[in-house]
């Protein structure tokens, strides 16, 4: 299996532009989750899925933000407008349903700059 | 989720063995306590868990203490390439992992 395979690796836009990160979970993982890593926050839960549902977005910062997962093999993060201080690395990861905390797979991360 | 609280970094001679410790004395009955680590410009990566008794794979032993109020992970013997932030959570039931500040261990030459 390819793991958790997110797109871009690296994206540099402009503040006020429309970003978008893509993700692929680990075929036949039913959990996904995205996660942000800055250094001054350290690592957030941003939003997660069970089989394809939004369960909680409650770390999702603003209304900027907004998270899809049309099917069980794709999810984005989508930022508009984007601003400087969403500049982070974001990590998508996946697991199989059911609180398999030790089946917890990462992606490389997408690193975002917002100049 | 239980509060863990762990040092803020430490340092480690290539070969001796590290030893990571976690406080989490607020953990209840059937809270695992999970670790994980992140390497440089990478995901996190499972290390191992447990409930009770101590356990040991392939990559570290977890030592838990018999009134579960610690935990210390063992890399029996470092290398360079175990320099990582080490996550010691302890989650409750269903709920997704929320990833703390860690200890920045660095494997020294």
């Not at chain 2, 340092?11 to 440089?40: F, K, M």
């Not at chain 2, 013997?77 to 932030?85: I, S, W, Y």
């Amino acid at each position: 299996d390819a793991g958790v395979i997110q797109s871009p690796r690296h994206e540099v836009t402009e503040m006020g532009q429309e970003v978008t990160l893509r993700c692929k979970p680990i075929s036949g993982h039913n959990s996904l989750f995205w996660y942000r890593q800055t250094m001054m926050r350290g690592l957030e839960l941003l939003i997660y899925f069970n089989n394809n549902v939004p369960i909680d977005d409650s770390g999702m910062p603003e209304d900027r933000f907004s998270a899809k997962m049309p099917n069980a093999s794709f999810s984005t993060l989508k930022i508009q407008p984007s601003e400087p201080r969403d500049s982070a690395v974001y990590f998508c990861a996946s697991s199989p349903v059911g609180g398999s905390k030790e089946k917890l797979f990462f992606g490389s991360g997408t690193q975002l700059s917002v100049l | 989720d239980a509060k863990t609280t762990q040092p803020t970094s430490m340092d480690c001679a290539e070969g001796r063995a590290a030893n990571l410790p976690c406080n989490h004395s607020t953990i209840s009955g059937n809270e695992y306590v999970y670790w994980y680590r992140q390497i440089h410009s990478q995901g996190p990566q499972y290390i191992i868990h447990g409930l009770k008794n101590n356990e040991t794979n392939e990559m570290a032993s977890l030592i838990i203490t018999e009134d579960r109020k610690s935990s210390t992970l063992i890399l029996p013997h470092a290398t360079l390439r175990d320099t990582a932030v080490y996550y010691c959570i302890a989650p409750p039931g269903n709920t997704p992992l929320v990833f703390g500040k860690g200890t920045r261990l660095s494997v020294i030459a």
